[in-house]
């Protein structure tokens, strides 16, 4: 069992949703956060006051996934997060030691689904 977390653009979020539905992943936590890489932000005008906004806005994505998702599941999100530009993401894939689901008790690859 893996967790994966991607950090990507906003607006690649429903492309990206989508490549993850083509592969039959269906089950994530979507958060927005901001934070800052290789973008380092930009500069703002705003009422004769420039400001320099270093923390751009992102979507976080977290999926649980078992060990048979784990590439179909990146490539899915590269497919649809990537623009070839500075800014896409990153995507991080850690070992879960347990999962357990709620409803059921159920434990392991089982609670992923």
Same mark, same amino acid.
């Given at each position: +069992? &893996?967790? *994966?977390? /991607? @950090?990507?653009?906003? #607006? ?6 989508? /490549?993850?539905? #083509? #592969? =039959? $992943?269906?089950? +994530?936590? $979507?958060? =927005?956060?901001?934070? %800052? ?6 500069? !703002? /005008? ?6 320099? *906004? =270093?923390? @751009?806005?992102k979507v976080r994505l977290e999926i649980a996934v078992n060990d048979d998702f784990v590439e179909k599941? $990146? /490539?899915?999100i590269i497919r649809g997060a990537r623009t070839g530009a500075i800014g896409d993401g990153k995507i991080?894939? +850690?070992? +879960? !030691? !347990? %999962? ?5 008790? #159920? &434990? ?6």
């Open positions: +069992m &893996k967790m *994966i977390l /991607a @950090i990507i653009r906003p #607006e690649s979020l429903p492309d990206v949703k989508q /490549a993850l539905f #083509e #592969e =039959n $992943v269906r089950k +994530m936590t $979507v958060s =927005n956060v901001i934070g %800052c890489g290789q973008q380092m932000g930009f500069t !703002e /005008a705003w009422r004769g006051s420039v400001t320099e *906004i =270093n923390l @751009i806005k599941t $990146v /490539a899915a991080f894939i +850690m070992p +879960m !030691e !347990e %999962c357990i689901r709620v409803r059921t008790g #159920e &434990k392991g690859t089982q609670a992923i689904g």
